[in-house]
């Protein structure tokens, strides 16, 4: 049995805090289960079908729109899934996402981008790097680029690790 109760309080404490916030959002910087057996079946949680609609649950809960950072042991579903790809396509859907990167309009030219790891079988050096693919680098300059703050944009860049590496 899975044990989150200080999870489930300290979301009670946010949804009170963010209770009169005018568009709050709730993002999550990756990493939503335990990369070890929490559901006595003898396979890893983290990067699960369970693992994502428990995610999902928990942060539907919030009340808030939300989007995901994804963390490395996001795809860490071995037991579940032959291939990152496979792995990413579930997170995906039971997340509700279209790309493993997001940008949400929260406030007057104020911005939330979130860009994700897509790699963790097939991560060049090891596992526990994050690996953020071409595509979304591309798509992460050009929403920069097209978000100038000489124009009054305010950008918030969530990811699951230093950017800078």
């Given at each position: 049995?899975?044990?989150?109760d200080?999870s ?20 999550s ?15 890893l ?8 609609e ?9 009340g ?102």
């Amino acid at each position: 049995m899975l044990r989150a109760d200080d999870s489930y309080t300290g979301r009670e404490h946010f949804r009170s805090i963010i209770a009169d916030a005018p568009r709050p959002f709730t993002v999550s910087l990756g990493d939503l289960g335990e990369s070890k057996d929490c559901t006595q079946t003898q396979q890893l949680f983290s990067g699960t079908t369970p693992c994502f609609e428990l995610a999902r649950d928990y942060l539907d809960g919030f009340g808030t729109p939300f989007d995901a950072v994804g963390g490395n042991h996001d795809l860490e579903g071995i037991d579940e899934f032959a291939t990152d790809e496979e792995n990413l396509e579930a997170y995906l859907r039971i997340l509700g996402k279209e790309t493993p990167q997001f940008c949400h309009e929260v406030a007057h030219k104020t911005l939330v981008v979130g860009i994700s790891s897509t790699a963790f079988r097939t991560a060049k050096y090891t596992s526990h790097e994050v690996c953020v693919d071409a595509e979304q680098l591309a798509w992460f300059e050009e929403t920069i680029a097209s978000h100038r703050a000489e124009d009054g944009w305010k950008i918030f860049v969530f990811s699951h690790a230093p950017i800078i590496g």
